[in-house]
Every structure is written in C-alpha cells, then in structure tokens.
C-alpha cells in the first residue's frame, strides 16, 4: 500500500482549519487540508468579533473576506425588558479593530477554505478522517465519498473537526465542561424589520427572557434581509412548550415583547429549524505527540459572548507560530506557548459567561450610571480582546475585580 506524505495534515476546513492552512502556506509548508463534508455546507456560530480579523488579516485572508459583502458590525445591543444598552466595538480600551462582520457561515467557511486552497493548500472535500496514531510521524486513515480508504504520514496533524471533536473522542482525552448541559433552537428568518423600528443592523441583538434571566435570544442580522434568530435554555426549558421545534421558539419569542413586534411582519424558517443540545465541552489536553487541538476541537464553552471563531483562529495562530518555530529547528514547548496562551484569553470570557447566567453582568451593562473606562474594559472584551493583559478585566486572574464590579452594580 502507498502511503502518502505531507507536512501538515489539518482535520475539517471550519475557520479554524482555513487560517491554520493559509498562515501555515505563508510558511511554505506543504498543507493537506481534509474535509468530510461538501462545500458550501450551513454551520452555526455566525457573528464574528472585531479580534478576529486581525488573524484573518494576519492569514491573508482579508481581500476575501471583505469582498464576500457579508453584513458589517460594530457592536452588540442587549434588551431585557424595558431596559436597553448597547456597545460600540469602535469604543474600546484596546488596540485594534473595532468592526467587523456577521456571515453565512455555509459562504464564510468556503470563503476562507477557497482562500488557503489559493494560497497552495490542497483540499479535498468528502475525505473523512477515521483514525490517528500520534507519535513522531503520526499516521491517519482516511476514507475517500466512494467509500475506498488511504493513509497518510505527516509531521504534525492539527485536529480542526470541530464538534465532530475527532481526536478527544479517539484519544481519550474527552473531559466535562463546567457549564451545565444548554441547547439552542435556531432557524433563518426574512425578517421584514421596517426601517423605522429601533433595532441596529450593524449589531448582534441579545435579548433576554423577560422571565428567566438565564435563558436568552440571538438577533444577528445578514446583509441579504434575513436574521439568524435563536434562543439558548435548558433542554427542560424547551419541553414546556408544545410541538416541533419551529413551534417552539415560535412560542418562546412570542413572549417578548420587544422581539415579537420587531418580527411581526417575518417569514419564518428560510433556512430550516435545527437543534443543537450540550454544546460545552473541554478536554485534559490540548496537544499531544504529533498533534495539536484547534477551535472546537478544544474547549468550546457558550455562544452568549460570540467568542467561537475568534477562539478558533487564535488556536491557529498559535498553532501555527509553535511549527514556524518547529521547522526553524527550535524545540516547542506546546504546554507553554499554545496550551497556557490560548487558554488565558478563554479564561477570560469564562468568567463574563458565568457572571451573564448569575445575573452579574446583565446587572452590570444596564446599570444607570456606569464609569466610562470600564465601559470600555468591557467593551473591549465583547469585541474580542480576551488576550490584551492590559485590560485589568483580562488580567483578572481570580475574578475579584468582576465581583467587585457585579456587587457595585447590585446595590
Ligand atoms: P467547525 O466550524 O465545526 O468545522 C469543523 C469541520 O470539520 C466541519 O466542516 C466538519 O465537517 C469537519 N470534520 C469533522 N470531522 C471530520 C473528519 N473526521 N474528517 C474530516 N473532516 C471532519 N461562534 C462565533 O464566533 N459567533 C457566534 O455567534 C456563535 N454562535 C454559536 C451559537 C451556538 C448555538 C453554538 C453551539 C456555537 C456558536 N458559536 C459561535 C461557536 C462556533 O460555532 C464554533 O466555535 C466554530 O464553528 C468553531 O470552528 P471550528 O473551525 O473549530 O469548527
């Protein structure tokens, strides 16, 4: 049997997979990208933060992102109940971009996939990974649509398959989330919002549940006058309402009223009602011989903050500066310079999604009277900055000044 060589072998094209084979192509390393599924493909997580396009940019990616014509953001809007606030990403405490997009993810993730494959990564698409053997030259079995099975020898493999989470399943090394089991139902919508209705289409809308102060809705507006609409709760939350899952954000929406008069006039499910259920998930290591975790692959912990995908481009960062060093002929030290830093900026939005179900910082964003600069500290973390130890929310190790913070704001 051949066995077929390359550099590195990237599992799944999800955004986490294209960044990694473009900024690893800028290297002039030889990429093999494989990806089960057929492209353009739906997949959920579609508002993008500002921090990202620093690593689309940094990839090469940009031109093509920008020309794609996806729906321009530059911030996030809250609604609970009568009380309302919104961000401006622009007005931030760090550095760096303040806008960014919101996208199809069936375009986006063909976008950026199409740009590595520019760029000289070879794609091939319907080709699943089925197994790994890690080690100095790892091995992996792949079966090609027609259902006939080749191996390939690489140097280094990066495991971008996202929920599939590929190697944590082979390799054991599956650990539980801290985050209680939450779903999520969602659909498309031609929402039909009148001009005049005060809603921001250059923001994500985050409204929650006038009654439950943990269960919460996505409003993300595309630039073709539909919305990704969604709502996060408990799965026994959802068995309280009646019939298929259409029926039921349906019913859940229509027990706002602020969201059932801005889609008073929608067309429902243009794209149809899916369901996700026990998203959050982690694992005891996020590399090993021969391998490393990228984006979902890894830890994913809550859609809330719209922290995904920049999560999953800064692994293929990291990743991808550990092997630059690798192929100089350095020795890498995974655990300290893509375990620990990866982890710093997920830490981060941990303790703000923790502090949204508590109830903390939803006290925090409507408060009355709020200190401009902390805004802006704040601000800055919605927009993506999770990394920036300049901002003392970031630099936050214990999460006391966020304490301090929710109980001023409390009072
Ligand atoms: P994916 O995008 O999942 O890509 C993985 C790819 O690997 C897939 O194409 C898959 O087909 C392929 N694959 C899997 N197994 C194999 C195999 N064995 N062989 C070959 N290929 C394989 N994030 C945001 O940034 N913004 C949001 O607004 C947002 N909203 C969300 C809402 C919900 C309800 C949930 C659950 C998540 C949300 N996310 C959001 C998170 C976002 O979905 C993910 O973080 C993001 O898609 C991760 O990208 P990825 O590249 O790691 O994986």
Request: charged share 25%; glycine share 8%; net charge negative.
């Amino acid at each position: 049997e051949d066995v077929e060589r390359t550099e590195i072998l990237i599992i799944g094209a999800g955004p986490a997979g294209s960044v990694a084979a473009a900024m690893l192509r800028q290297q002039g390393r030889k990429v093999l990208m494989l990806e089960r599924q057929q492209f353009p493909r739906f997949s959920i997580g579609e508002s993008l933060l500002p921090q990202s396009m620093e690593y689309i940019e940094a990839a090469g990616l940009l031109q093509d992102v920008v020309e794609a014509g996806f729906q321009y953001k530059n911030g996030a809007a809250f609604v609970h109940g009568k009380a309302r606030t919104a961000f401006d990403f622009r007005k931030k405490f760090s550095p760096g971009w303040g806008t960014t997009y919101q996208v199809q993810r069936a375009d986006f993730d063909n976008v950026l996939a199409r740009g590595a494959e520019r760029m000289g990564a070879t794609l091939r698409f319907g080709d699943e990974v089925l197994s790994v053997e890690p080690g100095e030259q790892p091995l992996v079995s792949v079966r090609r649509p027609d259902g006939s099975e080749y191996r390939i020898e690489a140097d280094f493999i990066l495991d971008a398959s996202g929920f599939a989470r590929l190697l944590p399943r082979l390799l054991d090394l599956e650990s539980p989330s801290n985050f209680p089991v939450r779903g999520a139902i969602f659909c498309h919508v031609r929402d039909n919002i009148p001009a005049e209705a005060e809603f921001d289409r250059n923001k994500i809308l985050i409204t929650t549940h006038p009654e439950h102060i943990d269960v919460w809705y996505w409003t993300i507006p595309f630039s073709n006058g539909c919305c990704s609409l969604g709502v996060v709760a408990e799965p026994s939350f959802f068995e309280r309402y009646e019939g298929d899952d259409l029926q039921k954000l349906q019913a859940i929406v229509g027990e706002d009223p602020n969201l059932t008069s801005l889609l008073a006039n929608a067309e429902w499910a243009v794209l149809p009602v899916r369901r996700i259920t026990g998203y959050s998930a982690n694992v005891s290591s996020l590399w090993g011989p021969g391998y490393a975790l990228l984006g979902n692959a890894g830890e994913f912990l809550d859609p809330v903050f719209s922290s995904g995908v920049t999560i999953a481009f800064k692994s293929a960062q990291l990743a991808s500066e550990c092997l630059k060093r690798r192929y100089a002929g350095e020795t890498v030290d995974w655990e300290s310079e893509f375990s620990i830093p990866l982890r710093a900026g997920v830490k981060t939005f941990r303790r703000f999604v923790e502090s949204w179900y508590q109830g903390g910082f939803q006290k925090i964003i409507y408060h009355p009277d709020q200190q401009p600069q902390v805004r802006d500290m704040i601000s800055s973390i919605l927009a993506g900055y999770a990394w920036d130890t300049n901002n003392p929310y970031v630099a936050d190790d214990s999460g006391r000044r966020m304490r301090v913070l929710e109980e001023l704001c409390s009072a």
